[in-house]
């Protein structure tokens, strides 16, 4: 056996071992979809937990303020799956939330009162049904098992979460 070919199964190995079994080859691609997934879901996942935590302090209402507390608490550790399966995708994820989210945090963040409560709240629930239809995508057009296993099983945390956020909007 020549060198090349023992080196070639060696990596194939530590590869398979690294990745809980998958084996990594040249031939596994991850898609345009998967990786604009793995991209916005973080990016979402860091306007939520940074939404959360603002809503925490400056929630005037105690179900604004609860509700803030759950979505850092979820959104951190769904943004721990996204960042695990992304690593072992090798998928570069942004460091920050997109312009557009940052600059409604920032919005919303200058209003105090019931004002903020209203517009924090139509704010996230428009993230939540932003997020469920990028999973929606995903599960149709994505081509990475493991992201669409991500966007599967986040699912019914976002749901929960635009359930309360809609009931506690009435």
Known sequence: MSL??????A????AM???????VSAQVEVS?????????????NLT???AG???????????????????????????????????RLDVRL??????????????????SGRAFDRAWLTAMIEGHRQAIRLGEQELRDG???????LARASAPVIRKHLDELLQAQK
Request: no cysteine.
């Open 143 to 149: 081509s990475s098992p493991a992201v669409k296993e």
């Open 53 to 87: 935590k603002v809503a925490r302090i400056k929630g005037a209402d105690a179900t604004v303020r609860s509700i803030g507390a759950v979505l850092v608490t979820d959104h951190t550790r769904l943004d721990e799956a996204v960042k695990e399966v992304a690593g």
């Open 94 to 111: 942004p460091a920050q939330p997109s312009k557009k989210e940052r600059a409604a945090l920032r919005h919303v963040s200058r209003l």
């Open 32 to 44: 345009k979809q998967d990786k604009r997934f793995l991209r916005l879901a973080h990016q979402g």
């Open 11 to 14: 990596t194939a190995v530590a």
């Open 4 to 9: 090349r070919v023992a080196f070639a199964g």
């Open 48 to 50: 939520e937990i940074a």
């Open 17 to 23: 071992v690294l990745l809980g079994g998958a084996p």
